[in-house]
């Protein structure tokens, strides 16, 4: 059972390139998240998606965009790539339904900007 | 909103000694509080989870104790090991909220 799967792990871009990290998870989950992690930061959520075709900012959303393309998939696109975005961004999902429950994380991507 | 303060960030300690981290939060109405293990290179997974409902939840050696008076909860490890060394954040969904705030973070460092 995979659980969140996201890809790339690794990615390296210059100032101004964009990019799209991919995000899918299998649990049939309603809700996906998106948090970037710097040091000393914990965990900061960029956007969150409640169910399939809705979207919500976070604690940081500027520079981002997302897209909950279906249930499995949530997808955050950065469109001008800033190295102030240089960071470990977690994908994450959780069940809602019948009370709060806890969130499952993918393994990350680490993304520098050059 | 909610603020969760974590303390402390890094804490040394000895193989089979006992760990403890403490969190705070501000909302009286955050209802669960879980805590992830995050190892080097990989997500948070959650280790542990209590809900307001209890004070005390123990799995082995790991266990969480609430204090819903004084808004805070601690995460105890007893018979560290070496393998217990990663990064802990607690998390607190505000009242009325799934989105949980998390703190920032304890490294623990177990010496063998």
């Known amino acids: 059972n995979a659980g969140v799967t996201q890809t790339p792990k690794f990615q390296v871009l210059k100032t101004g390139q964009s990019m799209t990290l991919q995000c899918a998870q299998d649990?049939?989950?309603?809700?996906m998240y998106w948090y970037r992690q710097d040091p000393g930061m914990g965990l900061r959520l960029i956007y969150y998606?409640?169910?399939?075709?809705?979207?919500d900012k976070g604690e940081v959303p500027n520079g981002y965009n997302v897209s909950r393309l279906n249930k499995r998939e949530f997808s955050l696109r950065l469109e001008s790539a800033a190295p102030s975005q240089t960071s470990v961004y977690f994908c994450?999902?959780?069940?809602?339904?019948?009370?709060?429950?806890?969130?499952?994380f993918g393994d990350g991507t680490r993304l520098s900007i050059l | 909103g909610e603020n969760v303060e974590q303390h402390p960030s890094t804490l040394s300690v000895q193989e089979g000694d006992s760990a403890v981290i403490k969190c705070t939060y501000s909302?009286?109405?955050?209802?669960?509080f879980p805590w992830y293990k995050q190892e080097l290179g990989k997500g948070p997974q959650l280790i542990i989870d209590?809900?307001?409902?209890?004070g005390e939840k123990k799995d082995q050696r790991i266990a969480v104790t609430l204090n819903k008076t004084a808004k805070h909860f601690s995460l105890h490890i007893t018979e560290t090991q070496p393998e217990d060394s990663a990064v802990y954040f607690c998390?607190?969904?505000?009242?009325?909220?799934?989105?949980?705030?998390f703190g920032r973070g304890t490294s623990l460092i177990v010496h063998p």
């Open positions: 994450a999902s959780s069940e809602i339904t019948g009370g709060i429950q806890p969130q499952h």
């Open positions: 649990m049939n989950h309603n809700s």
């Open positions: 998606s409640a169910s399939e075709g809705t979207t």
């Open positions: 909302d009286s109405a955050s209802n669960y």
């Open positions: 209590i809900r307001s409902n209890v």
């Open positions: 998390a607190a969904p505000p009242g009325g909220s799934y989105i949980p705030t």
